[in-house]
């Protein structure tokens, strides 16, 4: 297959910042198809980025479209299974932004579909795998400079957030990447889980506990301390740092110009989560674009985004009991142990 023929479900902003790396940044991939419930917000893409594609009826029709090889799916959460599952049925490669889907039961119903199947199709979006820092990170812990890990201490900050933004938000669509993440790093399974809420910001508004804790105990023993804090106001900044037995690796600032003037030294802080990851999902896309073409996924799967889900499920039951709580997961399907 030389080039990929894509079909796009959802085009709200990673939806649309999607279209710009595959007709703009990245080879090998071509916009064929859009589905939108706003079907002048399609036509609009359509034409903003000169793209050679039609807008689908439906999102079902737009699956099975002969003319599109893979499908993104990138409408909002709670859509994510249904079209997954179809995909599957209908033997299409399927790019599904986190989450996976909104409840453990359809992560379960979706690894299930693909291991009937016989043939992986699917690619979830957790991007921080493919970001530099995270891959010199993870060679570091895997190349013993640090000796048998111990700890870690990570915070997932950002400046603000709207008003519909909730206390189990936090969970299911901030934290999230580090539960992916971390279980990547560690190549370890998370046992329990317990959340702890803190002296609250004066920011947050009535619907909202920030910041809250994170503590996730490992099978090895490993304990990751997690700071989710949304309304830190100054910036977007993402932490983490693994200890070892003899050693620390962090990851790296994000790379700004330091400034002397005017009596002081200042650096720019990022208050957005688009230019912090914006490499990580151009080689995560094109990592999905070479793995159709090639009949070979090599990114984050099903599997990957169940156990997000079912970590992410521990958290929520943590957030409301207070007490520790454990991450009940299904045996790993043969299919995933690679």
């Given amino acids: 297959m030389s080039t990929v023929r894509i079909g796009i479900i959802g085009i709200g902003m990673i939806g649309e910042e999607h279209i710009r790396r595959c007709s ?6 071509e916009i064929v198809a859009l589905f939108d419930l706003n079907t002048d917000r399609a036509n609009d893409v359509i034409a903003k980025y000169s793209l050679d594609a039609h807008v689908a009826e439906s999102a079902e029709t737009l699956i099975h479209d002969p003319a599109v090889d893979a499908v993104f799916v990138t409408s909002w959460g709670g859509t994510h299974a249904a079209y997954v599952l179809e995909a599957i049925a209908a033997g299409k490669y399927v790019f599904c932004e986190k989450p996976l889907a909104t409840t453990v039961s359809d992560c379960e119903r979706i690894v299930a579909a693909e291991v009937d199947g016989g043939h992986r199709l699917v690619q979830v979006g957790f991007m921080r795998p493919y970001d530099s820092g995270y891959r010199d990170l993870k060679a570091r812990i895997d190349d013993g400079t640090i000796g048998e890990v111990l700890m870690v201490h990570a915070a997932h900050r950002n400046p603000s957030v709207g008003d519909t933004y909730t206390t189990d938000m936090a969970i299911t669509d901030t934290l999230i990447h580090e539960l992916d993440v971390l279980r990547w790093l560690l190549n370890d399974e998370f046992v329990s889980v317990q959340v702890l809420f803190p002296r609250g910001t004066s920011v947050a508004h009535a619907k909202l506990k920030d910041p809250q804790l994170v503590i996730l105990h490992t099978k090895r023993g490993v304990i990751a301390d997690i700071e989710v804090f949304v309304n830190c106001q100054y910036g977007y900044e993402i932490r983490c740092a693994v200890v070892g037995e003899k050693g620390e690796v962090a990851l790296p600032e994000f790379p700004a110009p330091v400034v002397r003037h005017g009596g002081a030294i200042s650096q720019t802080v990022l ?30 799967d099903a599997w990957a985004g169940y156990l997000a889900a079912a970590t992410a499920d521990a958290c929520l039951r943590a957030q409301i009991s207070g007490e520790i709580e454990p991450v009940s ?10």
């Fill in 24 to 29: 703009q940044v990245l080879s090998g991939a």
């Fill in 271 to 300: 208050m957005d989560w688009k230019k912090r990851f914006i490499a990580a999902y151009d080689t995560e896309i094109q990592d999905f674009i070479n793995g159709v073409s090639d009949g070979k996924l090599r990114g984050p």
């Fill in 329 to 338: 997961i299904i045996s790993r399907p043969d299919f995933y142990k690679h």
